[in-house]
């Protein structure tokens, strides 16, 4: 389809690093907001899974930071999703 793919630039979002304890008005976050904690989790979560991986941490220690984190994550998601 297309014929120089290096010319392509890949669309990833570059939010800053933002937890809850960052937002304005902590009741009521702002869809950036949001979407910049989900993103932020992410990394968090990928960091975590290589410092597994690497042996940089230990491995039940790492897999209830992984299960907090992932818990976190689905928490903050259903904001996105209350019923009105």
């Known amino acids: 389809m297309f014929e120089d793919d290096e010319k392509l630039i890949e669309f990833v979002p570059k939010y800053p690093h933002t937890l809850p304890q960052d937002w304005k008005d902590f009741g009521n976050p702002t869809v950036y907001e949001i979407t910049a904690t ?47």
């Open 38 to 84: 989900l993103d932020t989790l992410k990394k968090m979560y990928v960091d975590q899974v290589k410092d597994l991986n690497q042996g940089r941490i230990d491995t039940e220690l790492g897999e209830e930071n992984l299960r907090n984190i992932a818990t976190n994550y689905q928490s903050i998601k259903a904001i996105l999703f209350q019923p009105r």
